[in-house]
């Protein structure tokens, strides 16, 4: 019976073109299309799974459902035609933490990076809580869509290739870059030389940086020292790792 009569105060709210509807209450607040008042029960939105929710057509922009493969609660920030299904922020606890963020990982192991270039770290992604606000662009470049304070942190391993000689040995430096121009702290190590398996070079990046929108992040290279050449030790271990904090 109850749900005869929502259905019968839905259309003929329709039919008299009002543009309100109040249920458990006769005064539904005067901001408000549909006003729901009830001391006792919830409101129970649209339960699907991931699968159910990527087959609807043309969602609205905005569009909630509650996704019970992820068991929580998503919206379409994207568009009818191009759907994004964020998750909803929420605030930090220990069991779920609210921050989106977004990692990739270069494969290029064939270009030397001892040198005054760029590093193509941006190249596979690995995941990306949301490309609303993490998007992808060439050149290596990430573009951030969204103002706010950003945790990036750079893991980048590499590998002396010249000859064993104590004599061929290679020092890189890395620095990150906004808009083309040079930002934080430099990552640098000490010689390494092809000799005696210690060709192998780590270098470790965190900044947390205050970024507007649409600005683009990419990472510099530099050779510090040494003429030879340092390329990737493997195409699965560089990284990048963005985080919106806030």
């Known amino acids: 019976m109850k749900r005869h009569l ?62 019970l493969d992820e068991n929580r609660l998503q919206y379409n920030s994207g568009t009818s035609e191009t759907p994004v299904w964020s998750k909803m922020k929420v605030e930090a606890t220990s069991e779920d933490a609210p921050n989106y963020t977004a990692q990739f990982r270069a494969t290029n192991a064939n270009k030397n990076y001892n040198t005054n270039s760029n590093l193509l770290i941006f190249q596979s992604l690995v995941w990306n809580d949301n490309p609303a606000i993490f998007n992808k662009k060439n050149n290596g470049r990430i573009e951030i869509k969204e103002a706010g304070r950003y945790l990036i942190t750079v893991n980048v391993s590499l590998k002396n290739l010249a000859s064993e000689s104590l004599s061929n040995f290679v020092a890189p430096e890395i620095r990150l870059q906004v808009n083309n121009n040079l930002t934080g702290s430099y990552a640098s190590t000490g010689f390494t030389a092809a000799y005696s398996n210690h060709a192998e070079i780590s270098l470790h990046l965190s900044e947390v940086l205050e970024l507007d929108a649409d600005d683009k992040i990419r990472v510099k290279t530099f050779k510090s020292a040494g003429s030879g050449n340092a390329k990737l030790r493997s195409n699965t271990s560089t990284y990048i790792s963005i985080e919106k904090l806030q």
């Open 6 to 67: 929502l259905i019968i105060i839905l259309v003929l709210s329709s039919q008299l073109s009002l543009c309100q509807i109040g249920m458990g209450t006769e005064s539904p607040n005067d901001s408000a299309a549909l006003d729901i008042s009830s001391n006792s029960l919830g409101l129970l939105i649209p339960r699907l799974t991931t699968d159910e929710i990527n087959n609807i057509e043309t969602p609205a922009k905005g569009l909630m459902v509650f996704n």
